[in-house]
Structures are given as C-alpha cells and as structure tokens.
C-alpha cells in the first residue's frame, strides 16, 4: 500500500522543549510514559498479544493513514472541507477520545478537516492537553457547543460564532469552493452555515466510505482488540454458573475489557433461558440456572476504540443441550458459515442478499436485521440484507479488499423458548476472507 502523504517519522510528536524526555517507546509506536494522556492497551494486553504472536499497529501510521482517506475523499467529491460531531468520526479523523459517550449525546466537540489535510480539533474546554502528542492537529480549539443544556437562550449566537469559524478556515483552505460536508450538526448550527452561504452536503457518506477501507495498520489494530475481547469472553464464561445473575456474567465482559486497554460496550445484549426468545431484550436481574440457554452479542469497544462485534450462545452448566436448542444452534450455525463462504472481493451485496443460506420459514419471521454489516470503530457501512427487506431497506455496492464484516444469525421460533445468537467478524482479503474472531462454537450442540 503506498504511503500517504501525511506520513510522518515513526516516534514524531510535539515535545515540550523545557521538559526532560527520554524518548523510549511502545509497541505501537506510543510513548512508553506511564503518565501519558492518551487512552491505550494496558501491559496485559500487550502481553496476551506477544503470546500469541500478534503485531501491534503503528499508531502515527495508522493516523496519517485514516487523515488521507478522508482527504481522498473530500477530493473525489470536489468538497472543501468536512465539519465533523460525530464522536466516533472525530475519532477517525484525529484518534483522539474524550468522554466518547457524553459527547455523543452532548455535542461540545468538533473538528474541521481540509481537503488539503488541515486540521483543526474544538475540544471541551480545558483539553487542549489531551491532544498535545498529535502532530497531525493542526489547531486546538474549543467553543463547538451549541445545545440548549449549555447554551440555553443564546443558543444562537454561539452557533453563530462558532460557525463564522468553519467559514473562515474554509475560505482559508479552500478557496472559492464553498462546499462542506457536515456528518451531524444542531439546528442552529446548520441554520447559521446557510446564512453565511456554505453549501452543506452529506457528510456521512464521507466518513463511511472512508472508514470502509481499513489500512494495514488497523487491520493490525482489530485483530490485538478481537484478541483482547476473546480473552474477555473466556472471563465471561467462567463468571457464568448457577445463582450469578446476567448482569454478573455481562460485567466481567466489561471488566476484562476495561482491564485490557478497551473502552465501552455499546449495547447489553445477553439474555438467558425464556429471555433469549424473541431477541434484544438486555441483560438483568435474572438469576441463571443450570440448563439455561445464554445468548449474547459483544458490540464491544475494544482496544485502540476498535469494535469487536461476536455473538455466542452457551449452556450454563455442565449439561447436553436439549434436541430444540442444538437444532436452532445448528442453523444458526450453518447460516453463518455458508454465508462467509461468499465473500470475497467483486461481490454484489445484492448477491450476498439473493444467494445467501435462507433460514427456516418458521423461523424468518425473528430473522436479525442484517445478514452482514461493515464494522470499525463501530458498526460501519454497508449493510446488507435479507431478502424480505432487500426491497425496503436494500442499496447495492460491491465487496471490495480491507472491508470488515461481521456475519450474523439469531435464530428463534415465534412464540418459541429458545433464541440462538451467532455471529462472527471477518476481513476481506484479495483473495477472500480472514476470519479474525476464533473463539469456538459450542461441540455440545453440534454433536449428535
């Protein structure tokens, strides 16, 4: 893959220069300072990686990487510039991480990227500091929040202000071309960019076509966090046995997690006995007995903000699973190992869709919503879907090399008992796929 044009030197960052500074580093290209700011793998992860004989990314790499993508991007599409909200875009854009879940419902962050590749970071106030170690930052900032909890009845005028902003870097940067893409923006913000005559365009598009493709370093990134959330899975399975609650088996996901460098979980999808029929009902009080299915579905942050998107169902306890359970197991499972076998580059999502393995009749009715899905920092573009929904919800597009997919199954019976949730994650390779989670199948269901 050729190098992008915002490559910078291996161990580049701003160093203050009236601070001493011993410049040893770690595995991924990170200060090795036990008080540095950015959120990073723990010493057990890196320790569980080296075991198994994984590569860490190159973080500075990585970072230049993701920036030209997005640059590509806004170039192809005779953009000027990209004004970002989205947490989880800003991310992408700059790898830096600031209470991701507040912002994402409290919009106090923002970030401007030309279609040059000058880029500029409006943080929470006071966290100029959280991104003094990214060259590739141009400018800190802060003053991008404009929602009524903060700004109440002068929502306006900082909309306003802050806009004037985005206008005056994009004259600077870009010219004449008045055309911004946005992913996401309040009211008054979008109001206040077409009273300064910004043409606004979707930005989503943008962002989801440039994460679509993941460079050698990311891909080096989601197989350490796929690593970390399987280890995490093992913890979780021990913490499943009679009397523990689902919420005592879902927490020491998060904790193994949280112990490992990893940073949030999206949903609480794990259920058990009745409660695994129909689907996403989220974990709770109840109490496991032995014999009980358990079902669940990571959508797990992990490591470097990647997300490992798995699904397993289990029997707590050391029991056969019942002749219902393994049949639901065993279509689950062939569903999702038939569909992998499609994937490779040039395919059509519409043959994904028309081709696929087709459930039972009676059980399509609690189909999943997707049959596969893009997944990144979080799940990404496409989707791709079932032949019931294709003519509602469908779009077309094409397999193509660095894509990562999850594949997905749960499978129930209306009005039935048991639900059965599977799913794994896998890249696509030039030739056709590399599965990147290997936690086992359960042999117990499998065998007659």
Known sequence: MEEPPFSIPPHSRRIDPTQPHTATFKPDGSDNDNDRVEVGPTPLAFAEWQ?????????????AYRLQRICDQLIGRELGGILLFDPLNIRYATDTSNMQLWTAHNPSRACFVAASGYLVLWDFHGCNHLSAHLPLIKETR?????FYFETGNRTDEHAARFCAQV??????????????????????????????????????AVTELARMIKGPDEIRAMRCAAASCEAAVG????????????????AALHAGNIRRGGEWIETRLLSSGPRTNPWYQECGPRILR??????????????????????????????????EQKRLYRIAHEHITNNIEMVKPGVRFTELTRNGHRLPESCRAQRYSVMFHGVGLCDEYPTIRYPEDLESYGYEGELQAGMVLCVEAYVGEMGGKDGIKLENQLLVTETGYELLTRYPFEESFLRD
Not at 169 to 190: M, P, Q, S, T
Not at 235 to 249: F, I, K, P, S
Not at 292 to 302: A, K, P, Q, R
Not at 308 to 319: E, K, T
């Open 290 to 323: 032995d014999g009980d299915l358990v079902s669940f579905d990571t959508d797990l942050i992990g490591v470097y903000g990647m997300c490992v998107d798995m699904s397993r169902s289990w029997i707590c306890g050391d029991l056969e699973p019942t002749a």
């Open 51 to 63: 075991h198994l004989g994984l590569q860490p990314p190159h973080l500075p790499t990585m970072r």
């Open 235 to 250: 913890e979780m399975r021990q913490a499943m046995r009679a009397g523990a609650t689902e919420n005592d088996v879902w």
């Open 167 to 204: 206008d005056e870097l994009l004259r600077k940067h870009a010219g004449n071309n008045r055309r911004l893409a946005v992913d996401r923006i309040e009211v008054a913000g979008l109001r206040a960019l077409d009273a300064l005559g910004v043409e606004v365009c979707n930005g989503q």
């Open 142 to 146: 802060s003053g991008a929040s404009f």
